[in-house]
């Protein structure tokens, strides 16, 4: 069974401030994705990793396969960053996901 | 860009009444999908559907739970008897191997 944790669970920082989410997992997975989820609860999909690091915009997710551990990185922070951040671990055998618990973030002005 | 659609966005049901949520796909993906947050929990896998049939289904898909694609582009989650603990978000997702689209949720409260 994989077990997906997230940390830290809340983080507030101050606009401009770079912020790092990190997600640790325990079995072999095909993709780790990271989502985003506002309050009023729709998810949007981020990115899908399987190796290496991926870029867009201000957002940088890596992640490290001999270690599993990813990264999410948010750089130049802005109040509209403001969100639930979810990494989620698609294993080798399926498609489903499994997810972390989430890390809530606020960006103060 | 391609949207995965559900219907309805609230919904509040009587217990033991049956629901039915309901969920537009994006039309040449390949997997589908039902997951469900309840409040200030993780969001966790209900059941996947391939090929027009159930591919995988989580402890909690129980009896209780039924899903259908009836025709080429809906798919549907049928909660029987509803209970109060199935109040929570249901989530559908569908997914082909380079990303994962959810849907925008179904909020169900069973009063």
């Known amino acids: 069974k994989n077990e997906v944790e997230q940390s830290p669970q809340n983080l507030t920082a101050q606009e401009g401030e770079f912020i790092t989410i990190n997600c640790s997992y325990s079995?072999?997975?095909?993709?780790l994705h990271w989502l985003q989820q506002h309050p009023g609860g729709g998810i949007v999909s981020l990115f899908m990793?399987?190796?290496g690091k991926k870029k867009h915009g201000r957002l940088i997710a890596t992640i490290n396969i001999q270690e599993k551990h990813s990264s999410l990185h948010i750089t130049a922070s802005h109040p509209r960053d403001s969100a639930v951040y979810i990494c989620?671990?698609?294993?080798?055998?399926?498609?489903?996901?499994?997810f972390g618990g989430g890390t809530r973030v606020l960006v103060k002005p | 860009e391609p949207e995965v659609t559900q219907t309805p966005s609230h919904q509040v049901t009587q217990m033991g009444q049956e629901v039915i949520l309901r969920c537009v796909p994006i039309?040449?993906?390949?997997?589908f999908y039902w997951y469900r947050q309840i409040l200030g929990q993780k969001v966790e896998f209900l059941v996947s559907?391939?090929?027009?049939?159930?591919?995988?289904k989580s402890e909690i898909f129980d009896d209780q739970f039924s899903v259908e694609r009836p025709d080429g582009s809906n798919f549907t989650l049928k909660i029987r008897s509803t209970k109060l603990e199935d109040s929570a978000m249901y989530f559908c997702?569908?997914?082909?191997?380079?990303?994962?689209?959810f849907g925008s949720g179904t909020r169900l409260t069973v009063v």
């Open positions: 559907f391939y090929n027009n049939e159930i591919s995988e």
């Open positions: 039309s040449n993906h390949l997997y």
């Open positions: 079995v072999g997975i095909s993709a």
């Open positions: 997702a569908s997914s082909r191997p380079n990303g994962y689209t």
């Open positions: 990793l399987s190796s």
């Open positions: 989620a671990a698609r294993t080798a055998a399926g498609n489903k996901l499994t």
